[in-house]
């Protein structure tokens, strides 16, 4: 049976939500993408993972979405003395590249490309953020700094350079062997971490070549100036609100937000919101109205995804999250006020064939009240437009290829089937109308929209839109 609802959720996988009983369970609460969190677990821990989700998706014959998330690059700083030191607020603090243990008047920093990047003035956050450094005086390998706000510094602390444009890849030496075998497991996706520049993805798509999609997150500030281009460059973008609030400050985030949302929509790219949406539920068994209104928003402004993190990796309730969030973005989509705001934001079509077939398809799907606009598609891309329209009917997406089924599990709306080719317009109704009846997502008498492109099979080719009825 198809979701009540258009929004997508995506589970993170870890000590709680390994065990295949409550893999299931998450999937029937929910869950429609499974993230693998490369930070955390051995490789043996990702392929149990991928192989209890495959055969999930085998019993249930529903395509489901793994995203491989990497960790990036982890600046920190190195040891310090007697594993703790205070810093004082007002005091000069220097950071060098010497790995003599650190104390209340210095710390090792073992990252040139930081001192190679700094200029006076600059802010280094500390912790989180929770200790803030001005920079006085640098040069290529240490930096005098002044303490603005103070506190316990222990070892391996993180370190931020907000504003700053590092001269660092976004993929480590772990990243590309832990890439490597995220694909060679079948990843779907790739979560890639830590992107400053367009030629961070160029990078990226060098090395998947085309075994993934790639799904950029947005936790660096210098991400933003070139927004545009990434998005562009990329299959989707999550938007990265811890690492992000750390380098900004807070207030900026949710218009933020709302921005990187606006422009994935017109687009027409995946967007998803990440970290803490229902944090206070890995300990409690139901979270703060705060955080309700907060999955709430992300649905309403039309976000493809919503995602959790520790809360059904590490949590307490891990299935309860999973409801709960499936119950918040069922009753926003409920709301009448949601498709007004919804449809505050229009994408103009491209002035293409396919985009006209599917900006028309919603229009005529939402004129004659049909159940559903079914799209056929080979790569994707059909599907991609059909859900940028964000039409008032679910979209039913069957396609020839298992991967494409998967990678657009996270696309709002979309519930794909995987099925063969059609040959003739006949067989594109009579398939078209039969999965609707099977999957529950029209009855006998209802009316659907249907796109494909002819010839059919031929990929990015939509140039047909077909009114057709459902028979018992």
């Not at 959720?9 to 929910?30: C, H």
């Not at 594993?83 to 073992?110: M, W």
């Not at 709306?413 to 040959?423: E, F, I, K, L």
Request: include cysteine.
């Amino acid at each position: 049976m198809p979701r009540h609802r258009k929004a997508k959720i995506i589970a993170t996988m870890g000590p709680a939500s390994s065990n295949p009983t409550i893999v299931r369970a998450l999937f029937d609460a929910g869950v429609d993408v499974f993230r693998l969190n490369f930070s955390h677990g051995t490789h043996d821990d990702h392929r149990k993972n991928v192989e209890t989700i495959r055969a999930l998706e085998r019993e249930t014959t529903h395509p489901i979405g793994i995203l491989m998330d990497l960790q990036g690059p982890k600046l920190r700083v190195g040891k310090i003395a007697g594993d703790s030191v205070e810093l004082t607020a007002g005091a000069p603090f220097r950071l060098d590249l010497d790995e003599t243990p650190g104390d209340a008047r210095r710390a090792p920093l073992p990252h040139p490309e930081i001192f190679e990047a700094l200029m006076p003035g600059a802010d280094l956050l500390l912790d989180d953020g929770k200790l803030r450094l001005k920079v006085k005086e640098c040069g290529p390998d240490f930096a005098e700094t002044e303490i603005i706000t103070g506190g316990p510094l222990s070892n391996r602390k993180g370190v931020n350079v907000p504003g700053v444009v590092l001269p660092i890849s976004p993929l480590t030496d772990k990243d590309r062997k832990d890439l490597r075998i995220g694909l060679e497991l079948g990843a779907d996706w790739v979560g890639l971490s830590f992107v400053q520049r367009p030629e961070d993805v160029a990078e990226a798509r060098r090395l998947i070549a085309g075994r993934a999609a790639i799904m950029i997150k947005v936790e660096k500030p210098a991400a933003i100036t070139h927004l545009e281009r990434l998005i562009e460059m990329s299959d989707a973008v999550m938007v990265a609100r811890g690492d992000l609030g750390v380098e900004m400050p807070p207030e900026d985030v949710p218009s933020l937000q709302k921005h990187i949302i606006r422009a994935c929509r017109l687009a027409g790219k995946p967007v998803v919101v990440a970290t803490q949406m229902l944090d206070s539920m890995v300990h409690a068994p139901a979270p703060t109205r705060a955080e309700a209104s907060d999955v709430a928003t992300a649905v309403y402004d039309g976000a493809d995804a919503v995602m959790l993190s520790a809360e059904t990796a590490s949590g307490d309730y891990p299935v309860e999250t999973v409801t709960m969030m499936d119950r918040i973005a069922t009753r926003t989509e409920a709301d009448p006020l949601y498709r007004a705001v919804l449809h505050a934001l229009h994408p103009e079509p491209e002035p293409t064939a396919p985009d006209a077939i599917s900006a028309a398809a919603a229009q005529v799907a939402a004129t004659i009240n049909a159940a559903a606009i079914v799209s056929y598609t080979t790569s994707g891309s059909t599907a991609l437009r059909a859900a940028r329209e964000r039409p008032d009917v679910p979209i039913l997406v069957l396609t020839s290829k298992i991967e494409t089924a998967r990678r657009l599990a996270v696309t709002w709306g979309a519930h794909c089937v995987q099925t063969a080719d059609v040959r003739t317009f006949q067989e594109m109704v009579q398939k078209a109308c039969g999965i609707a009846l099977t999957e529950g997502i029209a009855k006998a008498g209802d009316k659907l929209i249907i796109t494909a492109g002819v010839p059919f099979g031929t990929p990015g080719a939509t140039n047909v839109l077909r009114i057709a009825w459902v028979e018992g």
